[in-house]
């Protein structure tokens, strides 16, 4: 990259390494960089703010500390052997406390936290921050490690709160953010529709956006985050949200199950065998009860009256295929989900429902069966609505904490500062 030579990084280095074993106030405290860091039971997302505006650093050192990282985070896409930057996800000019810059988002396996912090210890990033902002358990369960390994803390944040604030601060600056399903099972017809979520659009059956204005979210609305488990919010303004229900029926019961009945070794492969399936093989359904639609209650013929009720006999379990099997799973899966979401909106009265979680991610396939589910559970009334940025919301809203508290930490400096120069008056 322009502007940075090898030597001027080592000398940067060798600054930071004093100020490290000095009195003097460490380079942690300066206002960058910006991360936010997800540790969930299955997946660790980590964001990172990488200010574009560079006449706005405060210091020299702040804008080398940036320029380091920048170079290593975006002239890769992977990251030792797992981790991965989604770089179709990147938003640019995106302004965060009067800082423009771009959004990076990163993932790798939670099971590779030891490999994360030996390339933290490594690359020497530590000496550039001593506090990052994470939620999720790992965020308590791997807090020791960084303290010890990395001299690091891990500032702690609530889950929910920081999901909420990730989803509200990533829909205020994408437009393109939010989507549904049209026809999501019929692979010739289906397509994604981007859905404007402003208060000009107050229902999720709304998809006339003439009247659409661009002032923020509408509230209330249902979160149905879906990860190894699932948990449904209740969100009626910024600060103002609860949980109202959930489900162990989730990711990680799809994943176990696949991993049972088919032998797969990851969740991509559980989802490439159910988009290569056909649950109809597996599960009975409505027309082999009554061997057509049941008109009098409003069930089609399609309909699973039973999941994996069709392999109870030797010889259909002989006869059933991995993929077969994978599919079935995926829409027990999504049809338990599309119940609890819908009964939960029901219960509090909430038109608009939104999907996110990282069950999610390269699994269209899933979000093409909840709309199926949301549509069937709700007669029609209702569309699932979905995210771009999945899984991340955790780590934005850890990303907006950090930055909150840097802010806080710099007028105390300030403050400081005041106050001994009055003294020495």
């Known amino acids: 990259m322009a502007g940075?030579?090898?030597?001027?990084?080592?000398?940067?280095?060798?600054?930071?390494?004093?100020?490290a074993s000095s009195s003097v106030t460490p380079f942690s405290e300066f206002p960058m960089p910006w991360f936010g860091l997800d540790i969930g039971g299955t997946l660790t997302k980590l964001v990172y703010?990488?200010?574009t505006d560079d006449g706005n650093f405060e210091t020299e050192e702040e804008l080398l500390s940036d320029r380091m990282i920048q170079r290593y985070l975006t002239t890769n896409k992977a990251y030792g052997d797992s981790g991965v930057r989604d770089e179709h996800l990147e938003l640019q000019n995106v302004t965060i406390n009067n800082r423009i810059g771009t959004i990076h988002f990163i993932r790798f396996p939670t099971n590779q936290m030891p490999t994360f912090i030996t390339l933290v210890k490594?690359?020497?990033f530590t000496l550039m921050s001593s506090t990052v902002c994470a939620t999720g358990g790992g965020a308590i369960k791997y807090a020791k490690d960084a303290e010890?390994?990395?001299?690091?803390?891990?500032?702690?944040?609530?889950?929910?709160?920081?999901?909420?604030?990730g989803i509200e601060l990533i829909a205020s600056v994408n437009n393109e953010e939010c989507y549904y399903y049209d026809y999501p099972l019929d692979n010739e017809r289906c397509r994604k529709v981007s859905w404007k979520w402003s208060k000009g659009c107050c229902s999720s059956e709304c998809t006339d956006h003439s009247q659409a204005t661009d002032d923020g979210l509408q509230y209330p609305y249902?979160?149905?985050?879906?990860?190894?488990?699932?948990?449904?919010?209740?969100?009626?303004?910024?600060?103002?949200f609860k949980r109202i229900s959930g489900s162990s029926i989730g990711g990680g019961f799809f994943q176990g199950l696949c991993?049972?009945?088919?032998?797969?070794?990851?969740?991509?492969?559980?989802?490439?065998l159910a988009s290569h399936g056909n649950n109809r093989n597996i599960d009975k359904l409505v027309k082999d009860i009554y061997g057509r639609a049941y008109d009098n209650?409003?069930?089609?013929?399609?309909?699973?009256?039973?999941s994996f009720g069709k392999i109870c006999s030797n010889e259909a379990r002989e006869n059933a295929t991995r993929e077969d099997l994978a599919h079935s799973a995926l829409v027990t899966t999504t049809n338990n989900i599309g119940s609890v979401a819908l009964n939960a909106a029901n219960h509090c009265k909430i038109d608009r429902i939104v999907f996110v979680g990282n069950f999610l991610r390269v699994n269209p396939i899933a979000a093409r069966l909840l709309s199926k589910a949301m549509d069937f559970w709700?007669?029609?009334?209702?569309?699932?609505?979905?995210?771009?940025?999945?899984?991340?919301?955790?780590?934005?809203?850890?990303l907006d904490k950090l930055v909150a508290v840097t802010e806080m930490r710099k007028k105390q400096r300030e403050g400081l500062s005041s106050s001994s120069s009055a003294s020495s008056d």
């Open 4 to 19: 940075i030579s090898n030597d001027d990084i080592q000398n940067f280095l060798s600054n930071l390494e004093r100020r």
């Open 49 to 51: 703010f990488e200010p």
């Open 122 to 124: 490594e690359k020497e």
């Open 378 to 398: 709700s007669q029609g009334t209702k569309k699932a609505l979905f995210l771009q940025h999945e899984g991340y919301f955790g780590a934005v809203g850890c």
């Open 259 to 272: 991993c049972l009945l088919c032998g797969c070794d990851s969740f991509e492969e559980a989802v490439m």
């Open 222 to 240: 249902i979160v149905v985050n879906i990860g190894s488990g699932v948990s449904v919010m209740a969100v009626y303004g910024q600060h103002d």
């Open 148 to 165: 010890s390994e990395l001299n690091m803390q891990l500032l702690k944040s609530d889950e929910l709160e920081s999901l909420i604030k």
């Open 297 to 306: 209650v409003g069930l089609p013929e399609d309909t699973v009256a039973a």
